[in-house]
């Protein structure tokens, strides 16, 4: 009788725990979905509110880290003063937690370089070199575990085009940083990689921007025309920065030489 009054006990107690917890995992459930929401209709900021809060109750959740380093890595970029570190960090945070969380995601890894990579951008030449080596570490990483995700690949290819087109002094200080300019950088594995990006992923925007910046880089005006036209063309429905895509390609189009009848 103890024993089954035991049991008893332990069984309404375990029912009184998952009762007090399914309150909390609506919640979150509910948050996660008002965000996904949000960001789907171009409200990066309310997104990233709803996706805290419900990290708050579910700390290790794989798809609220990701979805965080994703929205803050893109709020950075349009963000004002020490807003942008803030953003950026936060960013490069929650996208390590992911891979902390779940190191055999390809997508933990695939947002961590992402989110490094628009670190980067925003710090000096010899810091920028440094996170490099992590960067193309955490992309070949995603590339291993999934070689599906177009934005992988996307990642890589600015890799490859930033670190083949530095300039003598930036070279000299790769010297010093990575040893020198990293084996197989190049402006064809940049557009090999891009291209790659957009057979996985075709409507995703800014894979159609860079191969044309990066067309641009090499002088291939009648690719680089098609690509950015592509990338004015598609739905701004890829990303919340879509907008700005676009306008950067309509801008790179209008300097471009007239094309000869």
């Known amino acids: 009788m103890r024993g089954s009054a035991r049991l008893g006990r332990w069984i309404a107690g375990s029912a009184l725990l998952a009762a007090l917890a399914s309150p909390?995992?609506?919640v979150a459930a509910d948050a996660t979905t008002a965000g996904d929401a949000a960001y789907s209709t171009g409200r990066a900021r309310d997104a990233r509110s709803e996706w805290l809060s419900a990290l708050e109750t579910h700390p290790g959740d794989l798809g609220l880290l990701t979805r965080l380093a994703r929205v803050e890595s893109e709020l950075s970029e349009d963000a004002r003063g020490e807003e942008i570190r803030t953003l950026a960090a936060a960013a490069v945070d929650h996208a390590r937690a992911a891979v902390k969380s779940a190191p055999d995601s390809a997508q933990a890894?695939?947002?961590l370089a992402v989110a490094l990579g628009r670190q980067a951008m925003r710090e000096g030449p010899k810091t920028r070199l440094?996170?490099?080596r992590e960067i193309k570490s955490e992309v070949d990483r995603?590339?291993?575990l999934d070689p599906r995700i177009g934005r992988a690949?996307?990642?890589r290819a600015i890799w490859n085009r930033e670190l083949s087109s530095l300039?003598?002094?930036e070279r000299t200080l790769a010297s010093t940083v990575l040893g020198g300019v990293p084996k197989g950088a190049s402006m064809d594995n940049a557009v090999a990689d891009l291209r790659k990006?957009?057979?996985l992923e075709p409507d995703y925007v800014n894979h159609h921007?860079?191969?044309g910046r990066t067309y641009l880089q090499l002088k291939r005006h009648d690719p680089a025309r098609a690509e950015l036209e592509k990338a004015i063309g598609l739905p701004a429905t890829s990303s919340v920065r879509d907008g700005h895509y676009q306008a950067q390609a309509r801008e790179l189009l209008d300097r471009m030489p007239r094309k000869k009848d």
């Open 24 to 26: 909390a995992a609506a």
């Open 167 to 169: 300039n003598m002094i």
């Open 197 to 199: 990006a957009i057979e």
């Open 130 to 132: 440094a996170l490099s």
């Open 209 to 211: 921007l860079e191969l």
């Open 142 to 144: 995603s590339i291993v």
């Open 153 to 155: 690949y996307h990642v």
């Open 109 to 111: 890894h695939v947002w």
